[in-house]
């Protein structure tokens, strides 16, 4: 039985995803893509995975790169995540705003305010359908804020989302 792309999407918007920004720094200049398809792959190595469209710009970018960083985003940055998802007044490729830190290994831009930094060296890339799916060997970290007080940003069901209460 085929599951049509439409009743899968809305499987897939029932899962609670944190949002992330990937960064790259390439020849071409510096791009950022918000992304909600990342997840931890493995400790030992530590490696990290996240998706991205075949036909997305960011796809060629990361190709081009020897690395790359995530950036985890916090509730606060709605406008953030709206910009490198392309919905934003600046582009994907204007890190004009967000200071000068960039990650040591993949010199990819640091994002300000993001909850934590993951600077990453390109282990590897997969084929994923219409996506790759690019491992990263996680070579920095840097965390920031308290973690009893850390407000996520979410994706959920087509709508940002902040995490209520602990259970």
């Known amino acids: ?13 029932r899962f609670a995803s944190g949002v ?16 909600s398809a990342f997840c931890s792959l493995s400790l030992e190595p530590p490696l990290v995975l996240v ?8 796809h060629q970018r990361l190709m081009d790169a020897d690395g790359f960083a995530i950036n985890l985003l916090s509730a606060d940055q709605k406008d953030v995540s709206n910009r ?3 919905w934003g007044a600046l582009p994907q490729d204007d890190f004009s705003d967000q200071g000068d830190a960039r990650g040591s290994v993949s010199g990819a831009p640091l994002l300000d305010g ?3 930094w993951i600077d990453c ?3 590897a890339v997969h084929d994923g359908g219409d ?34 209460e602990r259970l």
Request: net charge neutral; with cysteine; hydrophobic share 40%.
């Open 131 to 164: 996506h790759s799916i690019f491992v990263g060997r996680v070579e920095g970290v840097s965390l920031h804020g308290d973690r009893d007080t850390l407000e996520p940003l979410l994706y959920f069901a087509g709508s940002y989302r902040q995490a209520g």
């Open 114 to 116: 993001a909850m934590a």
């Open 1 to 13: 039985m085929a599951v049509d792309a439409d009743t899968f999407k809305g499987a897939m918007s």
């Open 20 to 35: 992330t920004v990937v960064t790259v720094h390439t020849d071409a200049g510096d791009y950022g893509m918000t992304a």
């Open 84 to 86: 490198y998802a392309g």
């Open 51 to 58: 998706c991205v469209k075949r036909t997305a710009m960011t």
């Open 121 to 123: 060296r390109r282990h």
